[in-house]
């Protein structure tokens, strides 16, 4: 890494070897979380038990597999903060489906429809009426909930059928849940697309520079479309997920995930200026912010509480490589 | 230019009053000056934070803590008044500017020395200044009980007319709208927000800058906590909870930029105003309260796209002055 100090508001990435930065940021993550993880084996007996584990993989999958989407649209320089909204508005459309006598695999297209409908409807305000999504998601996020609230009011839909709950709740083999396998798998796709196809290097050139990229024949606004779209499926999935899990809808369900879902791409490395990032570090980042909410848990910390940890460790982690960048400087 | 922006707040002017209209026309009570400067009473608080959000907004920045700051600091001058109610009021709000000013302090030092993009420590942040409220409270509330009378009164008293809660935030905005248009300090507000690497080369310190928006934000948060939990005597884990989104819708249909640079006093207020007369009127035209997200989802992302067009519209007007 070069000084930065100097460059601050220009992307320095162009002369950065980008991927050492990633690794060096990778390996501190995955120090991290086995600090947390012995620190944890230590303070509860609780801990190093299969089914603890498993329960421990509740805590982040329905966030990460929606952060895997994010990354990439954070990649590119723009953001969603409407996810949550998305979860609320499928979960509740899901739930008026039931009522409709909809059957499980019927409820899970109606997710899945409604989560791609408000990504693409996003997609389109930002790259067909050229608007800052950060604003345009600000405004979503309003409308996609106010909808849910208003088809919900102060009620709930309830009574989910057990295949349907099966999504949630389900083990796929022992205790591995059907969630955490649906996040692996989702991770593996995410980290093939990003890194290894002709669509990754493109999301990576729109981030470095937008402009640069259209001028070489990045089609910009349809990529930008298309991932809002996909954090849009991703969120569906999330609302078929956490739906089935809770097994019931309220309109406020999913409140406040938005935020921890960037803090999970964030931590994990991507740069919320754009233009760098890697899927590995989101997938170390989201078991992190696992490890902490579950191990304070067994500590009887309640989940307020944890929000400081989370907090200053997303401070903390960002700031330790510029501190010692910076303490470097002074001693050479 | 000038022409232009004034008629983008016009536009904001006239929306408002053709709600207040609609409204009047149905219930004629609505337009009564008692209730008209009832809604601006109810609004002044957002008024205030739409207006440090601002200057947030203005360098480039976003500050995600100011109603985490607001719940903080908030808590920390009730658990004061309640423990000590001989503390007079006027030092526990000078207090609360203080402790919202080293909140603010905080965001910013992390922006200008460690060069952490704005919307990562403000993220942070958010979450930390909320947990630290659990932290102090122990989850518990301060009631109307525990507060003294003083505390609770003073914003409700009268002067002209008008409670003291109003003339805050008319005080506050007179204040900033002298820091913004009269002092080199606003006009650095603007400048790194419009071109941040020319204003390195007319010698303003862009870190310090950002700071400065930083510690003004997080004062009038800090005077905004007082101001909350004396108006709803209630001082709890969930004070303005989700409300930092609201400050920045405010900011937006007030047609601040968030790319930075653009943005005037009069609009923030109108802003947060439009939001505040929406909100008003809704209830009073038989919209149930369900319907009230929708409906501010929908004002946002209207204005937003007007904005835009302005944006365009003055970026143009920009260039021929220069080359004029």
Known sequence: ?332 | MNRLLRTRELWLALAILAVLVLVTIRFPRFAQPGNLLTIFNDTSILMMLALGQMAVILTRSIDLSMASNLALTGMIVAMANAAFPMVPIPLLIAASIAIGAGLGAFNGVLVWKLDIPPIVVTLGTLTIFRGLVFVISGGAWVNAAQMSPDFIQLQRGAFLGLPILSWFAIVVAALVFVLMTRTPQGRAFYAIGVNPTASVYTGINVGQTKFWAFVLSGAISGLCGYLWISRYVIASVEVASGYELTIIAACVIGGVSIAGGIGTVAGALLGALFLGVVNNALPVIGVSPFWQMAISGAAILIAVVLNARGETRKGRVILKRASA
């Open chain 1, 1 to 332: 890494m070069t000084d930065t100090t100097h460059t601050r508001h220009l992307p320095d990435r162009l002369d950065s070897p980008v991927r050492a930065a990633v690794l060096s940021w990778e390996s501190l993550l995955v120090l991290v979380a086995v600090a947390i993880f012995v620190a944890n084996s230590f303070a509860s007996p609780y801990f190093l038990n299969a089914w603890s584990l498993s329960d421990l993989t509740f805590n982040f999958t329905e966030k990460a597999i929606i952060a895997l989407a994010m990354a990439l649209v954070i990649i590119t320089g723009e953001i969603d903060l409407s996810v949550a909204s998305i979860i609320a508005l499928a979960s509740t459309l899901m739930g008026l489906a039931l009522q409709f006598g909809a059957d499980t695999p019927m409820l899970v297209a109606v997710g899945v429809a409604v989560g791609i409908a408000c990504g693409a409807f996003n997609g389109f305000l930002v790259t067909g009426l050229k608007l800052p999504s950060i604003v345009v998601t600000i405004g979503t996020m309003s409308l996609f909930r106010g909808i849910a609230y208003i088809i919900l009011g102060d009620q709930s839909f309830k009574g989910y059928p057990a295949s349907f709950s099966w999504f949630g709740q389900g083990y796929v083999w022992w205790v591995i849940s059907f969630e955490l396998v649906l996040f692996l798998v989702a991770a593996v796709i995410f980290y093939v697309l990003l890194h290894h196809t002709n669509f990754g290097r493109r999301v990576f050139a729109i981030g470095n520079n937008a402009t640069a990229a259209q001028f070489s024949g990045v089609r910009v606004d349809r990529i930008k479309f298309v991932l809002f779209c996909l954090t849009g499926l991703m969120s569906g999935i999330a609302a078929v997920l956490l739906t089935a899990r809770l097994g019931s809808t309220r309109p406020s369900i999913a409140q406040g995930f938005e935020l921890e879902v960037i803090t999970m791409v964030v931590l994990g490395g991507v740069s919320i200026l754009g233009g760098s990032g890697s899927i590995i570090g989101v997938v170390l980042a989201a078991l992190i912010m696992g490890l902490v909410t579950f191990g304070l848990g067994l500590l009887n910390v309640p989940g307020i509480v944890m929000s400081i940890f989370i907090g200053a460790l997303l401070i903390v982690v960002i700031a330790l490589p510029i501190l010692f960048k910076m303490w470097k400087q002074r001693t050479a």
